[in-house]
């Protein structure tokens, strides 16, 4: 026993001695990190920036003034008219229901809108009015959409889409395919491999989807584009002529194309990103990354 004792005293003196050596030079070292060194640089402030998908949608919308496009903004609490009746799409469509569309409790006819192309409603209804001194109508319209989605790597119930629209006259699949595919370019670099695939939505005849071959594989398949080797990122066509009558437009004089692009797809296809909850995490070291993008 008095051994023990004798060995804790030992301790305890030696435990007591060392924290007065630490104390000590705790006290010095900050009194010198106060010390002032006019030679030294001043700390920087961090700089704010614009989030990746905000430099993404400017320069598309960069890519599209050149052509005549102007920017078009809409609601996101939008009503069942733009969202779905004035885009053609059928009262049975399973777009319309709440499993997959948020709509508002107690507000009939409200929900936050699940894309933007609610917004050629309301642009072709305001502009139809003078369209024959203008000649046409050329927009695009950035902004957020909302789906029923579960969050994974691919998906979340907010994104982001752009819009784009052009009215004329003789408006073919041609001028559509030629203006994507100039715009597919300006992202994606001349070598991008790009294709137009037939596809069908209630607002468009005929319609297609815009793919570009997966830079994450180089096309040899992986989680994003489930194998497939492609990524569809756009959705486009021919104004169906029920919109143009909808919006009060002559569908025998006036014609147009349309098309839809997730931001987030295209995001993640300019800067390899393979997962798109990076760009909801607001991770510093991340957005840094992104500088390029
Ligand atoms: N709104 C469609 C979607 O969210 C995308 C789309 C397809 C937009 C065809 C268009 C279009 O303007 O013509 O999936």
Same mark, same amino acid.
């Given at each position: 026993?008095?051994?023990?004792?004798?060995?804790?005293?030992?301790?305890?003196?030696?435990?007591?001695? =060392?924290?007065?050596?630490?104390?000590?030079?705790?006290?010095?070292?900050?009194?010198?990190?106060?010390?002032?060194?006019?030679?030294?640089?001043?700390?920087?402030?961090?700089? *704010?920036?614009?989030?990746?998908?905000?430099?993404?949608?400017?320069?598309?919308?960069?890519?599209?003034?050149?052509?005549?496009?102007?920017?078009?903004?809409?609601?996101?609490?939008?009503?069942?008219?733009?969202?779905?009746? *004035?885009?053609?799409?059928?009262?049975?469509?399973?777009?319309?229901?709440?499993?997959?569309?948020?709509?508002?409790?107690?507000?009939?006819?409200?929900? #936050?809108?699940?894309?933007?192309?609610?917004?050629?409603?309301?642009? #072709?209804?305001?502009?139809?009015?003078?369209?024959?001194?203008?000649?046409?109508?050329?927009?695009?319209?950035?902004?957020?959409?909302?789906?029923?989605?579960?969050?994974?790597?691919?998906?979340?119930?907010?994104?982001?889409?752009?819009?784009?629209?052009?009215?004329? =006259?003789?408006?073919?699949?041609?001028?559509?395919? *030629?203006?994507?595919?100039?715009?597919?370019?300006?992202?994606?670099?001349?070598?991008?491999?790009?294709?137009?695939?037939?596809?069908?939505?209630?607002?468009?005849?005929?319609?297609?989807?815009?793919?570009? =071959?997966?830079?994450?594989?180089?096309?040899?398949?992986?989680?994003?584009?489930?194998?497939?080797?492609?990524?569809?990122?756009?959705?486009?066509?021919?104004?169906?002529?029920?919109?143009?009558?909808?919006?009060?437009?002559?569908?025998?004089?006036?014609?147009?194309?349309?098309?839809?692009?997730?931001?987030?797809?295209?995001?993640?296809?300019?800067?390899?990103?393979?997962?798109?909850?990076?760009?909801?995490?607001?991770?510093? =070291?991340?957005?840094?990354?992104?500088?390029?993008?």
């Amino acid at each position: 026993g008095a051994a023990i004792n004798g060995l804790k005293n030992r301790w305890e003196e030696g435990l007591k001695a =060392r924290q007065a050596v630490l104390e000590a030079s705790k006290k010095q070292s900050a009194s010198r990190a106060w010390a002032w060194d006019p030679d030294l640089p001043p700390p920087l402030p961090a700089r *704010g920036a614009l989030h990746p998908l905000n430099r993404l949608m400017d320069r598309l919308v960069e890519v599209f003034r050149p052509l005549g496009y102007h920017v078009e903004e809409g609601p996101e609490a939008e009503t069942e008219a733009h969202n779905f009746d *004035g885009l053609n799409i059928p009262e049975d469509h399973p777009a319309r229901g709440s499993a997959d569309t948020f709509y508002f409790a107690g507000q009939k006819g409200r929900l #936050l809108r699940t894309h933007t192309s609610p917004v050629q409603v309301r642009v #072709l209804k305001r502009l139809a009015a003078n369209i024959q001194e203008t000649g046409g109508i050329r927009f695009l319209s950035p902004g957020r959409v909302y789906r029923k989605d579960e969050i994974d790597p691919t998906h979340s119930p907010m994104f982001h889409q752009v819009e784009g629209m052009l009215v004329g =006259r003789g408006i073919g699949m041609q001028h559509l395919k *030629g203006t994507l595919a100039h715009a597919m370019k300006a992202l994606f670099g001349p070598g991008a491999d790009v294709r137009f695939r037939p596809s069908y939505f209630p607002f468009v005849e005929p319609g297609c989807e815009v793919d570009v =071959r997966c830079p994450l594989c180089g096309g040899s398949g992986c989680r994003v584009c489930k194998g497939s080797g492609w990524v569809e990122i756009l959705g486009a066509g021919l104004l169906h002529p029920n919109v143009l009558s909808y919006a009060g437009l002559d569908p025998q004089t006036w014609s147009g194309f349309a098309f839809g692009m997730g931001v987030e797809r295209t995001a993640m296809m300019v800067s390899l990103t393979p997962d798109l909850r990076l760009f909801f995490e607001l991770g510093q =070291r991340f957005l840094k990354a992104m500088g390029g993008l």
